[in-house]
């Protein structure tokens, strides 16, 4: 059906059950920091039985990617990426490059006058690549004690929640795959959405949880559930901002349906070219919406009136994706009406809000809040250096006067974060640097290494403020303050950087360092958050040393 040239298909053998199959397309360029299946040539159209066999019962044979080492059966693995390669990978032991003390084109000395931060772009954060890292850092359920808040448009209609996956009625196959996966219980999401998500008829649902909660699988197993295997057309398509993030989305539906036989996932995203004239029959379409736009208006894969489930995941990432709402609101506009619209994100912005209510008619709303940061717990302090040498002297009389247990330094910029990694190391500093260079599945990998405890200073840019929960962080420094490009304090990303310290109840301090120029700076973030930021003298040890009490 695909022929070598033009398609790309990935038949996957599960060593435990009967086999699924997946629609894997190629990367069509590198990606940043998640290394792509490597294509593989289908010579049977798409038999699973056929593909086993012509491998000698190991799957399909396929070349091997450039720069990927084959796995122990001489082939690369089938699987595409997701937690198991960071697994993997980790088990293998794979080592994250770490600090670095040449990093070339970027290794500079500071100017004379001073920081001279403002000469290169700042590091920025970049939603789709943290959405993803914190896919890869969430191996399991992260617990939330909020309660659920669910606002539906008929107050009358009963709601109900389940405890356990039985109460879902589920086919029995899927009900094995859920246990497989280890899911003993449903998440409070998952216990609240389930019941909706399986409505009939259905109902239209926005869930707002934050990442690790449970939404993926959730509505995963929704579409699972709501597919007629033997019917072999497309009935749910499901969106997502990225290539990397669709195929995560991907690799649960792979786990989960693993003993559905007749159950088939293909993937609308840049790369997997389909030859023209050809019909789609598997049930699941995950893609981007660009190439999903393609394939159901220009080159018409797949009937959309037969469409009965229709997925935007990473909702909030995908509004802030140029051009991905209006696309998915296209696409949406050419469903059923009786289509079931589900739209699921990690926060609840104004923007979300609208673009919701261009997707999502009469939807419930599910909404699970984030563990709100605060600077409560922790001690606020400001230093007034002349350049970035007299900043590290000021880091290390800290490191002389208290006792550091992990440390995060926050840099505006890559270059003063290698700098400063360099001088750290010099003095025989463990660090670890983290910092948009690296691939995602590199970051992943330094942060777990930090979590571990295995360095205890971790420098960055803004790359990680937020999301990360280290539990041992006791200190934060800001040795640029994070501002915006109107040179105007950025109070989100201070909120995130800060609030790494002095989580789950523990006292943090933070430390800023600023020029003489920048002090304002420090006022307006006072101002803006009703708080003191005590003023220190970098060279004055004895206070320094009276922040231990
Ligand atoms: N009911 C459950 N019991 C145990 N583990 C679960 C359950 N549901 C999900 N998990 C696991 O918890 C982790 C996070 O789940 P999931 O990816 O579905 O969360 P999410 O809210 O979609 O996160 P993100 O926003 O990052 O995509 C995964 O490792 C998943 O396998």
């Keep these: 059906m695909f022929p070598h040239t033009l398609g790309v298909r990935d038949v996957k053998r599960d060593p435990t059950g009967d086999p699924m199959t997946l629609h894997t397309p190629s990367r069509p360029r590198s990606p940043p920091g998640i290394a792509a299946p490597p294509p593989f040539s289908p010579s049977n159209g798409g038999s699973m039985a056929a593909a086993a066999a012509a491998s000698g019962g190991r799957g399909p044979?396929?070349?091997?990617?450039?720069?990927?080492?084959?796995?122990?059966?001489?082939?690369?693995?089938?699987?595409?990426?997701?937690?198991?390669?960071?697994?993997?990978?980790?088990?293998?032991?794979?080592?994250?490059?770490?600090?670095?003390?040449?990093?070339?084109?970027?290794?500079?000395?500071?100017?004379?006058?001073?920081?001279?931060e403002d000469s290169e772009e700042d590091e920025r954060e970049d939603l789709a690549e943290s959405s993803l890292l914190n896919k890869l850092l969430h191996t399991s359920l992260v617990e939330n004690s909020h309660h659920v808040e669910v606002l539906q448009q008929d107050p009358s209609s009963p709601l109900f929640s389940i405890r356990t996956f039985e109460e879902l009625h589920l086919k029995k196959e899927l009900l094995q795959g859920v246990y497989t996966m280890g899911f003993n219980r449903p998440s409070k999401i998952q216990a609240n959405a389930l019941p909706i998500l399986m409505a009939h008829p259905p109902q239209n649902l926005i869930a707002q949880s934050q990442s690790g909660t449970g939404k993926t699988a959730a509505f995963v197993l929704a579409m699972l559930s709501r597919v007629k295997g033997a019917e072999r057309y497309p009935q749910c398509l499901c969106l997502a901002p990225t290539y990397e993030l669709a195929l995560q989305i991907g690799h649960v539906a792979e786990k989960m349906g693993r003993f559905?036989?007749?159950?088939?996932?293909?993937?609308?995203?840049?790369?997997?070219?389909?030859?023209?004239?050809?019909?789609?029959?598997?049930?699941?379409?995950?893609?981007?919406?660009?190439?999903?736009?393609?394939?159901?208006?220009?080159?018409?894969?797949?009937?959309?009136?037969?469409?009965?489930?229709f997925v935007l995941d990473e909702a909030d990432v995908m509004i802030d994706t140029q051009g991905f709402?209006?696309?998915?609101?296209?696409?949406?506009?050419?469903?059923?009406?009786?289509?079931?619209?589900?739209?699921?994100?990690?926060?609840?912005?104004?923007?979300?809000?609208?673009?919701?209510?261009?997707?999502?008619?009469?939807?419930?709303?599910?909404?699970?809040?984030?563990?709100?940061?605060?600077?409560?717990?922790?001690?606020?302090?400001?230093?007034?250096?002349?350049?970035?040498?007299?900043?590290?002297?000021?880091?290390?009389?800290?490191?002389?006067?208290?006792?550091?247990?992990?440390?995060?330094?926050?840099?505006?910029?890559?270059?003063?974060?290698?700098?400063?990694?360099?001088?750290?190391?010099?003095?025989?500093?463990?660090?670890?640097?983290?910092?948009?260079?690296?691939?995602?599945?590199?970051?992943?990998?330094?942060?777990?290494?930090?979590?571990?405890?295995?360095?205890?200073?971790?420098?960055?840019?803004?790359?990680?403020?937020?999301?990360?929960?280290?539990?041992?962080?006791?200190?934060?420094?800001?040795?640029?303050?994070?501002?915006?490009?109107?040179?105007?304090?950025?109070?989100?990303?201070?909120?995130?950087?800060?609030?790494r310290t002095g989580r789950f109840g523990k006292r943090g301090i933070a430390f800023n360092m600023v020029d003489s120029h920048s002090v304002h700076l420090v006022h307006c973030i006072e101002e803006h958050f009703q708080t003191k930021i005590k003023r220190l003298d970098p060279d004055c040890m004895d206070k320094l040393e009276e922040l231990e009490n």
């Design 325 to 499: 709402s209006s696309q998915s609101i296209r696409i949406q506009r050419a469903l059923p009406k009786d289509c079931q619209m589900l739209l699921f994100s990690a926060t609840f912005k104004e923007t979300l809000w609208k673009f919701a209510l261009q997707i999502v008619s009469r939807p419930i709303i599910i909404k699970l809040r984030q563990e709100e940061l605060t600077l409560t717990n922790i001690r606020q302090y400001y230093f007034v250096c002349r350049n970035w040498e007299q900043k590290y002297e000021a880091l290390c009389n800290l490191y002389g006067s208290i006792t550091i247990g992990q440390a995060m330094i926050f840099c505006q910029t890559r270059r003063s974060a290698d700098w400063l990694s360099v001088k750290m190391i010099q003095d025989g500093h463990q660090v670890a640097m983290l910092t948009a260079e690296l691939s995602i599945v590199q970051r992943a990998d330094v942060i777990q290494r930090f979590r571990d405890g295995k360095e205890k200073v971790l420098i960055t840019t803004n790359v990680c403020a937020r999301g990360i929960d280290v539990a041992q962080v006791t200190i934060v420094v800001n040795f640029g303050l994070p501002i915006n490009r109107q040179k105007q304090p950025d109070f989100e990303t201070y909120l995130h950087r800060i609030g």
């Design 61 to 116: 044979q396929r070349p091997r990617a450039p720069g990927r080492s084959p796995s122990p059966g001489g082939y690369p693995s089938s699987k595409p990426l997701g937690r198991d390669s960071f697994t993997s990978r980790r088990q293998e032991g794979f080592v994250s490059p770490g600090p670095r003390r040449e990093l070339p084109g970027h290794r500079r000395e500071p100017s004379r006058t001073g920081e001279n």
């Design 260 to 309: 559905c036989n007749d159950i088939r996932v293909t993937y609308a995203v840049q790369g997997n070219r389909v030859s023209p004239g050809t019909v789609l029959e598997e049930q699941i379409v995950i893609g981007t919406p660009g190439t999903m736009l393609d394939w159901c208006f220009k080159r018409r894969l797949l009937n959309m009136r037969r469409i009965c489930m």
